[in-house]
């Protein structure tokens, strides 16, 4: 059974390579806004990242010590908006299973490990945005209880 934990700076080579397999995907759905096989932030980055309490980063850890799965998170907060409630959202900016583990179980642990630290860091919700391009990480959020909160859209010139 997995266990999930934040990130350490021994996890960064094995999140290299899920950010590798996230912008493949995206790559594949849409070469012409992601470059392919690339990796979102560098090693100097992910350390920051993950020392940062206002960014925290969780890993799943398979029963071999293994990270099989990671979440980015951010936290975000409108206070005193013109607009906006004085709500703490939690944002899910990436997550990914291993290719080879996904459909067993690794992601839906990670996503409730998610959603339990938000509840006690007292946010009201937990957002996060998929690509169109990305019809399994979309169905998968569905199975998890997500709701669509607002749609971007674009017109290519």
Request: hydrophobic share 40%.
């Amino acid at each position: 059974m997995s266990m999930v934990r934040r990130a350490r700076e021994e996890d960064i080579p094995a999140i290299s390579r899920l950010l590798v397999q996230v912008d493949m995907v995206h790559h594949e759905g849409r070469p012409d806004i992601f470059k392919g096989p690339a990796v979102k932030y560098t090693p100097e980055q992910l350390e920051k990242i993950i020392a940062d309490d206002a960014s925290p980063v969780f890993v799943s850890i398979g029963d071999n010590g293994e990270v099989e799965a990671h979440a980015f998170c951010i936290f975000r907060q409108f206070m005193d908006d013109n607009v906006m409630t004085d709500i703490k959202t939690l944002y899910i900016d990436d997550i990914c299973v291993f290719e080879h583990l996904r459909g067993k179980g690794v992601g839906r642990g990670l996503y409730e490990h998610v959603l339990s630290f938000a509840r006690a860091q007292g946010c009201y919700n937990v957002t996060l945005n998929v690509w169109e391009c990305n019809p399994g990480a979309k169905s998968f959020y569905e199975k998890c209880g997500m709701v669509p909160q607002k749609t971007g859209m674009e017109v290519i010139l």
